[in-house]
């Protein structure tokens, strides 16, 4: 038998207060909250439900290292650059964190139907046009903001070039494509690149240099452009197809064939007791035995048997046999 027990005072008034306020709720009419609604899109795609790109991670790895040397001549020293994780973002929502005043590149991918953006800060153009123009030290130059040089224009030209083949090199293993040039803007504002409110893919990189404070480079991908290759740009590992590059094999077996190495001819082993050694003195003999052929060594290591005989006035040697590593050891 369950046992039971009586509701205190506390209890009893606690349930009576719940009923009375369940009997206004029921005389009030419901209101709904109109702004807790939001609309949607059915149309639309997030992208977090495509998942994350880890491939387009590794390509901007790449555009680090290959950017180097486009900024090397220009700086006079190898710029420490790094890559930060792709952001989802409207395009006004980019604008709205940008400055207003930066170089602004609008790229053809012609591939991928789309284009692609090239934002590169003022402060770092005028650092480079600073630097690669006989300054002594990296520092940006001072100027009145709102438009770039005809000196910087310049600059601008060199390294959007520059850094759309090194945007090619980056890209050509998972999705060979162009970085053509369609135009050049010095006003975020005026970019006619997308939609504002259509969804960019934002991949920021920062370079660093000594004694200058951190520049930095955007590359914008709209989401309709990179959709077509968005399983691959997923996939976490990358075209199992490389490409054979042959002029770098070619250039790697022709350093290595050109090392070059110590040859020495031995031509006998002998001992010596200690005692003898040091009463030695000069002019005394020590008996060897000279065997019938030598041993020929590289590096050390013994590789031929040899014969020794002249090559007109130069003495010289005669491979015999090719000494086995291996079975060599096998005996030792």
Avoid at 48 to 66: Q, T
Avoid at 206 to 234: C, G, H, N
Avoid at 240 to 255: G, M
């Amino acid at each position: 038998m369950v046992g039971s027990r009586k509701l205190s005072n506390d209890e009893v008034e606690a349930l009576l207060g719940g009923l009375d306020a369940a009997d206004k709720k029921e005389d009030t009419p419901a209101v709904f909250d109109t702004t807790a609604v939001r609309e949607f899109d059915f149309g639309s795609e997030d992208l977090s439900l495509l998942g994350d790109y880890y491939a387009l991670r590794m390509v901007n790895e790449k555009i680090c290292r290959f950017t180097r040397s486009v900024f090397l001549p220009m700086l006079r020293i190898m710029p420490r650059i790094s890559s930060f994780p792709p952001e989802v973002k409207s395009f006004d929502e980019y604008v709205e964190s940008c400055d207003n005043f930066v170089s602004v590149t609008t790229n053809r991918l012609d591939e991928l139907r789309g284009n692609s953006l090239l934002v590169v800060q003022s402060s770092f153009i005028s650092i480079l046009t600073n630097s690669y123009y006989g300054g002594s030290k990296i520092k940006a130059l001072h100027q009145a903001k709102g438009e770039f040089t005809a000196t910087e224009q310049r600059i601008i030209q060199i390294i959007t070039d520059g850094m759309n083949r090194a945007m090619e090199n980056a890209w050509k293993d998972l999705f060979v494509t162009s970085f053509e040039p369609l135009s050049r803007e010095e006003n975020i504002q005026f970019v006619s690149f997308v939609d504002g409110a259509d969804t960019v893919i934002v991949c920021s990189f920062m370079v660093q240099m000594p004694d200058a404070e951190p520049a930095s480079f955007d590359v914008l991908y709209p989401l309709q452009t990179l959709k077509p290759i968005s399983s691959q740009l997923r996939s976490r590992v990358q075209n199992e197809f490389a490409q054979d590059d042959r002029t770098w094999k070619e250039k790697l077996e022709q350093a290595v064939l050109s090392i070059n190495l110590p040859l020495s001819a031995e031509l006998t082993n002998s001992k010596v007791n200690l005692g003898r050694l040091l009463k030695s003195a000069v002019g005394d003999e020590f008996p060897i035995s000279m065997p019938e052929n030598i041993t020929i060594k590289v590096s050390g290591e013994p590789v031929y048997k040899a014969e020794i005989g002249k090559l007109g006035a130069n003495a010289a040697v005669s491979m015999t046999k090719r000494i086995s590593l291996k079975k060599d050891k096998e005996n030792g």
